[in-house]
Every structure is written in C-alpha cells, then in structure tokens.
C-alpha cells in the first residue's frame, strides 16, 4: 500500500509539474494580448511600480494542469475499483475550484472587461460561504468529518455539534482570504504554499491517505512548475484566481486528516499576514495611526529595505519551522 501510493504520488507530482510549466509558457502571451496586466496600488511600494502590466490570472495554468492530472488519477483509481477512496479528495478539489472560479470572475471583470469594481467584496464573500458551507455538508455525508474537534498538542477531543460547522466555515473563507492576502510578491504564496504542501505529502504519505497524497503531489508539481515564471521577478502572477484556489486546497487538505486546527499553524504565515492587515485597518479607523508602514506585513518589510527575494526567503523558513511544529500537534 505505501510503494502504491508513493508511486502515485511521484507519478502525479511530476505531471503536474511538467504541465503547469508547459501551459504556464502557453497562458502568457494570452494573458498579455488580452492586456490582462496586474494594476499596481498608488499607496503599496514605489518598487512595484515596475510590475505594472505583468500578466496575472496565471493561476489558471496550475488549476487546469491539477485538474487534468487528477482526473487521470480518478480514471486510473476507476479502472482498479478503488474509486471510493477519492471521494474526498473530489471534495476537497470542488472547493479549491468553486474559490478558484470567484476569483477568476473578479479577476475577468477587473482586468480584461476593466470593470474596476470587479466582485464586491460582499458578492466575493457570500459565494465563499456557499462554496465552505457545501464542502462541509458533503464531507459530513460521505462520513469523512464529524462534529468532533481535536486540540492539537492534546489528547483533547471537544464534542462542538452545530457549532463545528459555523467554526469550519469560518475557518475555510478565512484561510481562503489569507492566501489571497499573502500573494503580494513575486513567488511568496507560492513558495509559502508549497512549503505547507510538502508538509501535509509527510502527513499523508505516513498516514496512507490516499486523496490527500493526491492532492499534496499535484499541489507541489503546480507550484515548482509555476514558480519557473513566477519567481522574482515574475513573469507572470497568478491573481485572485490561483491564490483563491490554493487557500481552498490548503485549508481542504487539514479537513482531509480531520485537523482543521492544524492549517492554523503551519499556515502560520497566511494567518500573521491578514492579522496584520486586521490591525493597520483597526489602528488607522480607531486612533488614526498605522501600527505598519504598510500591509499585509511583506509589504512593511519592503518598506523597511527588505527585497522581495529576501522576504520570500526568510518566509518559507519560518512556514517549514511551522510545519515542523505542527508535525507533533497531530
């Protein structure tokens, strides 16, 4: 059982890195004849200015290319009768996708259609909150969660009833948003994500989970294959439509080993990067000063003179200390 799935493992995160690289290179051009160029904020950092027009919306290369390999999986799993198996991972990708889709919507109307308002933010959020509220209701359904929460680092499990679900939706659209937060420089949410991707493959691959293992492979393959374009400085970003994607592929792969907690910690990063866009925005609004020079965080230390390879860095180490952390929590 485990060489099978370590097969399947390597099998799908190879694909799926040489099919984001490849339609990664194919997607560019496009994405530049529509003139679908990232619009640069007049109070963010004076160095982004440079960025103005580089492609965005990439994120649907990775989301194509994990689409396609997964539905190889799926047909391969059919064909030896173990189909069952996959179901939540099925689950766990409808997510990613129905997030992956609100952010491709607000990216069109906002960069190819130019409708700058895009999505209103209360349109943005009540489409996450169908998308969370259905994952959680078909994850119960199918017998893969139920009302009882484990604390990490304990032996303690709380019995939540209805609450577990108002808790997990939250947490889904709050994580979701957080990676969208932290895509801000040039290959930060992806190498972030990548981090706490390899972190749940140990997980899965010790646990013998299969739709995670899948999940975990495909979502790695994704991010190497994307950062050969996305690392500094970018070639193309990926946009609301992969960052949105990827918060619902994370924090779906924590309800895949039934540890919702666990995104907390080693998606530390995403979680530090909206809290520190929740104080500037309640500092500013309550004694009229700002707490950073400017938010999300990475955006602070670029003010402070950090560079961007830098920033990203020094993330992705202290996401793989989390992870480390996070290891023993389960």
Not at 272 to 279: D, I, K, R
Not at 306 to 327: G, Q
């Amino acid at each position: 059982m485990f060489e099978e799935i370590c097969i399947e493992f390597i099998i799908a995160g190879v694909s799926s890195f040489v099919l984001t690289a490849i339609l990664s290179r194919c997607i560019i051009p496009i994405l530049m004849a529509k003139k679908a160029g990232q619009p640069i904020r007049a109070e963010g950092p004076k160095s982004h200015y440079s960025k103005a027009g580089t492609p965005t919306m990439g994120g649907i290369a990775f989301i194509m290319a994990i689409a396609i390999v997964l539905m190889g999986m799926t047909l391969w799993y059919a064909f030896a009768k173990k189909q069952s198996e996959l179901i939540p991972m099925a689950l766990t990708m409808a997510l990613a996708v129905m997030n992956g889709m609100i952010g491709f919507v607000d990216d069109y109307k906002k960069l190819v259609k130019k409708q700058n308002e895009g999505l209103s933010a209360k349109q943005k959020f009540l489409l996450q909150l169908v998308a969370a509220i259905a994952y959680v209701v078909l994850l119960k359904l199918v017998g893969h969660v139920n009302t009882t929460l484990h604390i990490p680092f304990t032996e303690i499990n709380v019995e939540l009833g209805i609450v577990y679900y108002i808790f997990s939706v939250i947490l889904i659209v709050g994580i979701v948003n957080s990676v969208n937060l932290t895509d801000g420089l040039d290959g930060l949410a992806s190498t972030v994500t990548l981090v706490v991707s390899v972190f749940f493959a140990a997980v899965a691959l010790t646990t013998l989970n299969a739709s995670l293992s899948l999940i975990s492979a495909v979502v790695i393959g994704a991010m190497l294959g994307f950062l050969i374009y996305n690392h500094h400085p970018a070639k193309v970003f990926m946009g609301d439509t992969g960052s949105l994607f990827l918060g619902g592929a994370v924090v779906g792969a924590a309800f895949l080993i039934n540890e919702p907690i666990i995104i907390l910690i080693a998606g530390g990063i995403y979680v530090f990067e909206t809290v520190s866009v929740m104080l500037q925005v309640f500092s500013y609004k309550t004694f009229h000063k700002r707490i950073f020079k400017c938010s999300p965080f990475h955006h602070h230390l670029e003010q402070c003179g950090w560079s961007e390879v830098k920033i990203v860095s020094v993330f992705s180490v202290i996401t793989a200390l989390l992870c480390a952390v996070a290891w023993f929590g389960i």
